[in-house]
């Protein structure tokens, strides 16, 4: 079956410019998660969305960051006037649900650069 | 205070030997999850293997153990008869809690280099 799906693979951007990024889970899950990884460092927890329920947001490391999951399903992450320090790979995983240890399948990511 | 640590930055092993990559972890919880993943060059995060707090016995799943050692808050992850395609950055994670929100914190990382 289909895995997570995200989109764009890669985005490079000029400083200043809003960039969408998105993530399709797996059809069913409930549990939806974006991560940040920077060149050598682990998974930066960024947002989490658990079915209907108000998003864990605490992650989000300024006010340009935001994420909405429309229908319980597809997710974008947005960044507004973004900066060099933005540049990463942006993860999004998703998972049965999110109420109990369950593994996390994770997307191939969007590599995102800042110029 | 870091709440995974896995102080191997880089590890190298021949191929079908054993190897064992370390992850201790911090938290006053009485009931937290372990995880391990493999993240090789093409990106793709993978789950590999489980352990609950809980749970009395040692995770096994194919040639992936993990060794878990309550006490001194250690799960550590031993791939036997390592092969080529094993290769790859590994990250442990831990989720802790509770209440409501399963959000696992993941370690900075170890590489994996299996040679010929």
């Given amino acids: ?115 | 205070a870091q709440k995974i640590t896995q102080t191997q930055p880089g590890m190298f092993v021949q191929e079908k030997e054993a190897v064992t990559l370390d992850c201790t972890y911090d938290t006053s919880d009485q009931s937290y999850g372990l995880f391990w993943y493999k993240q090789p060059s093409s990106g793709e995060m993978i789950f590999l293997i489980y352990q609950g707090s809980y749970d009395e016995q040692n995770a096994t799943e194919g040639r992936y153990s993990l060794n878990f050692q309550k006490a001194r808050k250690s799960a550590n992850l031993v791939i036997s008869a390592s092969q080529l395609g094993d290769s790859a950055m590994y990250f442990c994670a831990m989720r802790e809690g509770g209440g409501g929100s399963y959000i696992p914190t993941f370690g900075r990382g170890t590489s994996l280099i299996v040679h010929p």
């Fill in chain 1, 1 to 115: 079956g289909a895995g997570v799906s995200q989109s764009p693979s890669n985005k490079v951007t000029e400083k200043g410019k809003d960039v969408e990024l998105r993530c399709d889970p797996i059809s069913g899950h409930t549990a939806l998660y974006w991560y940040r990884q920077s060149l050598g460092q682990g998974l930066e927890f960024l947002i989490y969305f658990q079915g209907n329920s108000a998003p864990d947001k605490s992650g989000l490391p300024s006010d340009r960051f935001s994420a909405e999951r429309t229908g319980g399903s597809v997710s974008t992450l947005t960044i507004q006037r973004t900066q060099q320090e933005d540049s990463a790979v942006y993860l999004c995983a998703s998972s049965l649900d999110g109420y109990r240890d369950q593994p996390q399948h994770f997307g191939d990511g969007t590599r995102l650069s800042i110029l």
